[in-house]
């Protein structure tokens, strides 16, 4: 249990102000090939303050991925594969099966233990023991949950991961940290200002974010281990959309100091800005390939709003999108192999996602304003901002379209989301 992830979770409670209005996750569309999958009750977890079978079968049904099966009253409940009654599954046609125990230790932690069987073939395939506290039974349920994603998909699971975003009630903007789930919402920054274009640090420590709190924007690093943050960019004029590169070390930024929006990069820690697009254009919104050798942007160089993709010590740049005359807010998946963008098309903000291989275009949403695309670690959901009613929210599609989900939080606008990176083990 000694990971990066829960020495973070601990920091961030005391480097964060009190906790917040949770987002709340409304699943509005499903996967398709679904793996059929019961989670029984954990023997034993009432000990616990929150049921940790009950987190993980979230998760996995959020996912889209699985189709959950009703458990029913099991008694007593099995924790060992010899306890299982695999025909009774295979009549409900599952492929897998979740079982586990809770026992509370001598010291006044708890172990958690969970086992994953393929029912088919009644063979135990995963299985792992932890020692947690009460504080950590939504970190343990999460990281399980990941387990028992990645052994059936093949893909890692991001249930473990953060999200961040910008809430706005009345006149008071706070950016806003939580679970991937929505749970456990902290503020790190409250303001009467705007606060704009977070973005996370490779290692998940940082946050870059822009804020008008000095009646212009400033770009701003945050240390979510210390609470202490730092104007990295407060050059005349504007200062706008930072990220990350790969290792950490610099950021990619708008600046207006010189004439005209063009994009710099800078070390982490604000020192030796160096421009690399030329004067004549609009340039803004970078973003780093998962490689770190060059950097996707928005440009009306050719006359309007359009994608480009350039080294990240500059040059020659080339144009990714062409189909319509307004595409804009470029992210690369992990793997490097699709664009998320935002195109607007009749007079509607949608996101797309565009295969860079084949050049085929998907649109992913219908909605009428959406906007800042944010994609999750292991490259197969999108976060993003749009609108429900009059109200700003956040939503989530599957990088294929087909699982969605709502976010919200009550009597408040959402917006500005960023899914943070996995936290290395």
């Not at 295979?90 to 099966?97: E, I, M, P, T, V």
């Not at 299985?127 to 950590?136: D, E, I, K, R, Y």
Request: with cysteine.
């Amino acid at each position: 249990m000694r990971t990066v992830f829960r020495t973070l979770l601990l920091l961030l409670a005391f480097a964060c102000s009190g906790a917040q209005a949770q987002l709340s996750i409304e699943i509005t569309g499903g996967g398709a090939n679904q793996i059929p999958i019961g989670v029984l009750r954990f023997a034993g977890e009432q000990v616990l303050p929150q049921s940790i079978s009950d987190i993980v079968e979230a998760d996995l049904q959020r996912s889209g991925r699985f189709r959950m099966l009703f458990a029913g009253n099991v008694d007593p409940l099995p924790t060992e594969m010899a306890q299982v009654n695999f025909d009774d599954w295979k009549s409900r046609s599952a492929d897998a099966l979740v079982i586990g125990s809770v026992v509370r230790l001598a010291d006044g932690r708890f172990e958690a233990r969970f086992r994953l069987f393929d029912v088919p073939k009644q063979a135990q395939i995963g299985g792992v023991a932890f020692t947690l506290t009460a504080q950590q039974v939504r970190t343990t349920a999460h990281r399980i949950a990941d387990m028992i994603y990645e052994k059936l998909t093949g893909d890692r699971g991001v249930f473990s991961t953060r999200i961040a975003y910008v809430v706005k009630q009345g006149q008071r903007f706070e950016l806003q940290i939580a679970d991937a789930d929505g749970a456990g919402a902290q503020t790190a920054l409250a303001s009467h200002e705007p606060i704009i274009s977070p973005a996370w640090s490779p290692d998940g420590t940082r946050l870059a974010y822009v804020s008008f709190e000095n009646k212009k924007p400033v770009v701003y690093v945050h240390s979510l281990v210390s609470g202490r943050r730092q104007a990295v960019a407060n050059f005349k004029g504007s200062n706008s959309a930072p990220a990350w590169s790969v290792d950490g070390r610099q950021l990619a930024v708008v600046l207006s100091k010189d004439g005209g929006s063009q994009i710099y990069l800078i070390g982490a820690d604000g020192s030796s800005p160096r421009r690399i697009t030329e004067p004549g254009a609009i340039n803004t919104e970078p973003f780093f390939a998962p490689d770190g050798q060059s950097i996707y942007f928005t440009s009306d160089r050719g006359g309007s709003p359009q994608i480009y993709r350039m080294g990240v010590g500059g040059g020659e740049a080339t144009r990714i999108t062409f189909n319509g005359n307004y595409n804009v807010s470029p992210r690369i998946s992990p793997d490097g192999k699709t664009l998320v963008y935002i195109a607007r098309e009749g007079g509607r903000f949608q996101l797309k996602s565009l295969d860079l291989a084949s050049g085929q275009a998907q649109s992913l949403t219908d909605g009428q304003h959406d906007e800042s695309p944010s994609i999750a670690p292991n490259g197969k959901m999108v976060l993003y901002a749009t609108q429900s009613g009059n109200r700003g929210s956040l939503a989530a599609v599957s990088i294929d379209g087909r699982v969605k989900q709502r976010l919200s939080v009550q009597a408040a606008d959402v917006r500005e989301p960023a899914w943070g990176p996995f936290f290395n083990n």
